[in-house]
């Protein structure tokens, strides 16, 4: 059993900047991709960010130069760190495990292991 728990999400005013964790259990990085997604009520879930188990990372058009993922193996923890903060950056996230990601598309389908999501919103 994998479970995900994020944590980090939080207000901030525009061209802040925030962290997000994902803490897992399990064998969480043998999975082919782990990733971030993110989700505003009444929209399709969108991928975000991507890093494979061999450290290839892959983001959304939207986020690419201001988004960063990463992991910290050693302490089954996955992040995205976040700068240049913008309102359309509101959403909830979610880390995910277990899928498929490829030119800066993750696929939310192929994912097989969610968290429950962290608040992040973003003020003008």
């Known amino acids: 059993q994998v479970h995900l728990v994020e944590s980090g999400g939080g207000s901030v005013q525009t061209g802040g900047s925030l962290r997000l964790s994902c803490t897992t259990s399990g064998d969480t990085w043998s999975s082919d991709w782990v990733g971030w997604f993110r989700q505003v009520s009444g929209k399709e879930r969108e991928g975000v960010a991507g890093i494979d188990k061999d450290g290839d990372t892959t983001y959304a058009d939207s986020v690419k130069d201001r988004f960063t993922i990463s992991t910290d193996n050693a302490k089954n923890t996955l992040y995205l760190q976040m700068n240049s903060l913008k309102p359309e950056d509101t959403a909830m996230y979610y880390c995910?495990?277990?899928?498929?990601?490829?030119?800066?598309?993750?696929?939310?389908?192929?994912?097989?292991?969610w968290g429950q999501g962290t608040q992040v919103t973003v003020s003008s």
């Open positions: 995910a495990a277990g899928g498929f990601c490829a030119g800066g598309h993750c696929y939310a389908s192929t994912f097989g292991y």
